[in-house]
DNA sequence: AAGAAAAAATTATACGATATATGATCTGAG
DNA sequence: CTCAGATCATATATCGTATAATTTTTTCTT
């Protein structure tokens, strides 16, 4: 009997690909403003040689951009970036290349807009329709963060892992697919505070309450206690971000 | 003087290109059930002398695919499908495909969903936060509407464009990108609605409710109208679906 | 002079052949 | 049983060339 593999999850490859790397540098200039939108990229041959690439490289990560909309390209026309209206910013990449590249205050501000926004509604949602298996898996995500604290890599693993298992109590797959998006957010704003040494207040308490409205199917309180949790961690940040 | 180029919106291609064509027609097989998950696909020589193509097209449209979660490839381990749950199922045109592919009711009803969490949320916001010239774009929307009815192109486009104005008036860029995706979602089932012959409830009283409100910057009333806008919606979409 | 049609220039797109690097699988030693 | 190394199929990367699409320019017609 071999070990089945694993279907479920796809492993990040462990080395990052050419074509990439020269996308993800692409994509950082284009977040940081260095290259803004409506910047017409110099011709195929000539750009490829100046970033030391071969073409087909450079078409491949082009390719992944215009996915995600933030370059277009027409014969021609060119290559050219798009405006910041039509990228696709809840993409799990552009979301992390944005965050990488030095999150503004108002990203933040709209970062935690949209977590008050999906996960109260979540938390209802996940009152609603738990199940036993879930319930397990989140109280042993509390149980490891309660172990590690948030000081750890680990701690900070089963805090986000806590908020995808709410979201996946939705049984809703539109709204698991956020959850990716907001796992970025959390895993930048928790890593904002600690970069200030006096550690915030403790939310093991908060996170607790939020666990037991679940659990009781009580979703109103879940609102509530979701709700609680994400201010706590939004004026934390902000205290941070204020040294 | 030339005409100035339009920088703020990227066009999209008058032609499809291969790559996408290919892309495309894997993401439809995918979506639609017939690659499975854990499916892995012949080697790349193969595959593509077998879909008439050449490999870089190929690689270019696995590239588009990778870059939406739905596929990953690894030297020697061959490209395959993912799961379902690391898709990017908010990614336009992955929503697109799917509901292309025919939408199951299941999906519909998250549709809906998705809509009942965002969207009277960003009601509320946008009462808040309104500006005039929001106002007067909306409000033309709404007599586009009314003066062509859902039953044309250009009513349904400005009913669109309508939820499209509410979500940009919360002056979020996040909740902004969720725009394309609810907009998707609102012509997928407006067309299921148009199918059956007798028209469905008149919509627009409720719209020009939303739309005072918004107007007045009557926040919980906002929230409201743009409950009751949704579930009317729903509910037409559900009778249209049972014939 | 004005407008339409044709030609040219420029660019992304597409193709195929070749070389490289990676990692899953097997093999053997410990 | 475990682990290090060899192997080998496969994706990855590069190159050269050819094609198609679209803007710009020119030419022709009126």
């Given at each position: 009997m071999t070990a089945t593999p694993s279907v479920e999850t796809a492993l990040p490859l462990v080395s990052e690909r050419l074509h990439h790397a020269v996308a993800r540098r692409l994509a950082m200039a284009i977040v940081g403003g260095e290259?803004?939108?409506g910047h017409v990229f110099p011709a195929e041959v000539e750009h490829a040689e100046r970033l030391g690439v071969s073409r087909s490289v450079l078409r491949e990560a082009f390719r992944v951009l215009t996915s995600k909309g933030m370059v277009s390209s027409r014969p021609k026309a060119g290559t050219r970036v798009n405006a910041?209206?039509?990228?696709?910013?809840?993409d799990p990449d552009v979301l992390a290349w944005q965050i990488q590249c030095g999150a503004s205050d108002e990203f933040l501000r709209d970062l935690f807009e949209l977590r008050l926004v999906v996960e109260p509604q979540a938390a209802e949602m996940a009152a609603l329709r738990r199940d036993e298996r879930q319930l397990t898996d989140m109280a042993n995500a509390l149980e490891t963060m309660e172990r590690c604290?948030?000081?750890t890599d680990k701690g900070r693993a089963a805090d986000i892992r806590f908020h995808e298992l709410v979201l996946e109590a939705t049984r809703n797959e539109l709204m698991q697919a956020l959850s990716t998006s907001i796992s970025t957010a959390i895993a930048s704003t928790t890593a904002i505070k600690s970069?200030?040494?006096?550690?915030?207040?403790?939310?093991m308490p908060e996170h607790h309450a939020l666990y037991r409205c679940i659990a009781e199917g009580n979703a109103k309180q879940a609102r509530k206690a979701m709700v609680a949790l994400i201010d706590l961690a939004h004026s934390d940040t902000r205290v941070a971000l204020r040294r």
């Open positions: 290259l803004p939108a910041r209206k039509s990228w696709n910013l809840l604290t948030l000081a970069r200030v040494q006096d550690s915030p207040r403790d939310p």
